[in-house]
């Protein structure tokens, strides 16, 4: 009944704000009908003027991502009041800087592992070779420092293989 003379629905934002959806509707390519909540959110957060004035400001082929970025944004803001996208950014630092270090373990186990493994391929028969899960941390091993049957015990040197005790004692 109250609808336009136009064929095609007005977008989401001209429906929200009750108006027109002219042809030439700055926000019609990126409000579909379909998505109501995406202009709700970004009119509540950032304001239909702004936008609009963000949208003239950027180059047509950047209004996408401005659109898209904007929407993120705001969801993010209504989410989290406080810290908005910041919060969800922080909690991701963390995370990485969290697996860095992890990572920054496993390959220096994973060195070691290595530098064993080559050690152990040293001798014959030497039935401790894969004893090395076990001994995970290496600390203690100070009085096995002459057991070459326990590659943990070789951890602390920096060089694989150089100084590694060969064949029998
Ligand atoms: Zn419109």
Same mark, same amino acid.
């Given at each position: 009944m109250a609808s336009s003379s136009y064929s095609n629905p007005p977008c989401a934002? !001209?429906? #929200? %704000? &009750? &108006?027109?959806? %002219?042809?030439?509707?700055? #926000?019609?390519?990126y409000f579909p009908p379909e998505e109501?909540?995406?202009f709700a959110n970004v009119h509540k957060i950032f304001g239909a003027s702004n936008v609009s004035k963000l949208l003239n400001e950027v %180059?047509? +082929?950047?209004? /996408? $991502? @401005?659109?898209?970025? %904007?929407?993120? /944004?705001? /969801?993010? *803001?209504?989410?989290?009041p406080v810290y908005g996208c910041v919060g969800a950014i922080s909690v991701l630092q963390k995370q990485v800087i969290k697996l860095q270090k992890e990572l920054d373990a496993t390959n220096a186990d994973l060195i070691r592992y290595t530098c064993n493994e080559m050690a152990t391929t +040293? +001798?014959?028969? =030497?039935?401790? =070779? &894969?004893r090395?899960?076990?001994?995970?941390?290496?600390? =203690?091993?100070?009085?096995?420092?002459?057991?070459f049957y326990y590659?943990? @015990?070789?951890?602390? +040197? $920096?060089? !694989? =293989? $150089?100084?590694?005790? *060969?064949?029998?004692?």
């Open positions: 934002a !001209c429906k #929200f %704000l &009750r &108006r027109k959806c %002219l042809p030439d509707c700055i #926000f019609a390519a109501p909540q995406k %180059l047509p +082929h950047q209004r /996408e $991502d @401005t659109v898209n970025s %904007l929407a993120y /944004e705001a /969801e993010a *803001r209504i989410k989290d +040293h +001798h014959q028969g =030497g039935g401790g =070779g &894969r090395i899960i076990s001994d995970h941390g290496g600390g =203690g091993s100070s009085g096995h420092s002459h057991n590659p943990s @015990t070789n951890w602390n +040197h $920096d060089s !694989c =293989g $150089d100084g590694y005790p *060969r064949g029998d004692i």
